[in-house]
Each structure stands twice: as structure tokens, then as C-alpha cells.
Nanobody, 115 residues
Framework: QVQLVESGGGLVQAGGSLRLSCAAS????????MGWYRQAPGKKREFVAF???????NYADSVKGRFTISRDNAKNTVYLQMNSLKPEDTGIFYC?????????WGQGTQVTVSS
């Protein structure tokens, strides 16, 4: 089993920045993909970004140029640097990892962007 703990969410004004972190612990053999989804109020969970073990990244069009995903393999941690935040970025951000072929999810961290 793998446990994920997210941190870094909060309230920020439009145009501001936040950095989310997600640390994985437990029985870890090989984490391949690490990433983030988000869920806005009343909407479905949507993809934000991922990074694979080789460092390749992919982003949702809505966050390209504003968000940067990175990872520290020694710490089994994934980060999401969010700049130029907009009110529409408000939601619960969930991290996930794929470890030995299984998906694991964090509990979510709230991000609120005020206008």
C-alpha cells in the first residue's frame, strides 16, 4: 500500500502563486507516473498535469504556461508550482501516483483563488 499526503493548498488572490506538494510513503518499489487532478465545485474531476519517471511532462491546456510539475524521486514527492492563478483554478487538487501498476490517490487539498 502507498499513502499520499498533500500540502500547500490555501487561499490566494488572482495572479498569485501556490506550490502544492504530495509525498508518497509505504511499500514503494517503483513509482512511474505522478500527477495532479482537480475538482471544481459542481464539476467532474479533471486532469491537470503528470510527470513520468523519465521526467516527461504533460499539462492540461488550461494550465499550460502557468503551472509546472516536478518530482523528487529520492523523496517520492511530486510538486505543482502554480503561478498566475485564476478564480477558475479554484477547487480541490488531488495527487496520484502509479506504483507497480496500481493507482493511488491523495485526500485532496483545497485551493481557493479570489478575484
Amino acid at each position: 500500500q502507498v499513502q499520499l499526503v498533500e500540502s500547500g493548498g490555501g487561499l490566494v488572490q488572482a495572479g498569485g502563486s501556490l506550490r502544492l506538494s504530495c509525498a508518497a510513503s509505504g511499500t514503494i518499489f517503483s513509482i512511474t507516473t505522478m500527477g495532479w487532478y482537480r475538482q471544481a465545485p459542481g464539476k467532474k474531476r479533471e486532469f491537470v498535469a503528470f510527470i513520468n519517471s523519465g521526467g516527461s511532462t504533460n499539462y492540461a491546456d488550461s494550465v499550460k504556461g502557468r503551472f509546472t510539475i516536478s518530482r523528487d524521486n529520492a523523496k517520492n514527492t511530486v510538486y505543482l508550482q502554480m503561478n498566475s492563478l485564476k478564480p477558475e483554478d479554484t477547487g480541490i487538487f488531488y495527487c496520484y501516483v502509479i506504483e507497480s501498476g496500481r493507482h493511488y490517490w491523495g485526500q485532496g487539498t483545497q485551493v481557493t483563488v479570489s478575484s
